[in-house]
């Protein structure tokens, strides 16, 4: 069975070309329009942001946004994902920076602990991620 990782999307869309790269002060607004290309808009054809599609960054807001908690602690979210503190907290800063999600310390000294939850604007982002892989989905099976 082949992974996720390995799909190709290209097979089964016409892959538009990519949104100009943010520069590194450059903030990404929820809800910014997408860019046309071949004079269509990209809500006509499916759009993957490659902010949430990266594989880590992916799979801590999937841990968010399906948490019963309305926050989850840094260390619960890095063991639940198997990362290391840096790599966590490098996507963690990229996704904030985006506004999806925010961090806010809990505690002092040693009993201090950071919780992370996603902002309403992450969530309505997310789910129009899933959106857009239900769209491929069907497009897949062809219905």
Do not use: C
């Given at each position: 069975?082949?992974?996720a990782g390995?799909?190709?999307?290209?097979?089964?869309?016409?892959v538009p070309t990519?949104?100009?790269?943010?520069?590194a002060?450059?903030?990404?607004?929820?809800?910014e329009?997408?860019?046309?290309?071949?004079?269509k808009?990209?809500?006509?054809?499916?759009y993957?942001d490659?902010l949430?599609?990266?594989?880590?960054?992916?799979?801590i807001?999937?841990?968010?946004?399906?948490?019963?908690?309305?926050?989850?602690?840094?260390?619960?979210?890095r063991?639940?994902?198997?990362?290391?503190?840096?790599?966590?907290t490098?996507?963690?800063?990229t996704l904030?920076?985006?506004?999806?999600l925010?961090?806010?310390?809990?505690?002092?000294?040693?009993?201090?602990?950071?919780?992370?939850?996603?902002?309403?604007?992450?969530?309505k982002?997310?789910?129009?991620?899933?959106?857009?892989?239900?769209?491929?989905v069907?497009?897949?099976?062809?219905k």
């Open positions: 069975m082949r992974s390995s799909l190709s999307l290209s097979m089964m869309l016409s990519r949104p100009p790269k943010l520069d002060k450059a903030k990404r607004t929820p809800g329009k997408k860019p046309i290309a071949d004079g808009a990209l809500s006509d054809v499916v993957l490659p949430i599609h990266e594989r880590t960054r992916l799979s807001l999937t841990t968010l946004f399906t948490s019963t908690d309305a926050s989850i602690s840094f260390s619960d979210l063991d639940s994902l198997s990362l290391t503190d840096g790599n966590l490098t996507h963690l800063r904030e920076s985006a506004e999806l925010e961090r806010a310390k809990e505690g002092s000294g040693r009993n201090s602990s950071t919780m992370i939850r996603m902002t309403a604007a992450g969530k982002e997310f789910k129009g991620y899933l959106d857009q892989l239900e769209t491929l069907r497009a897949a099976r062809g």
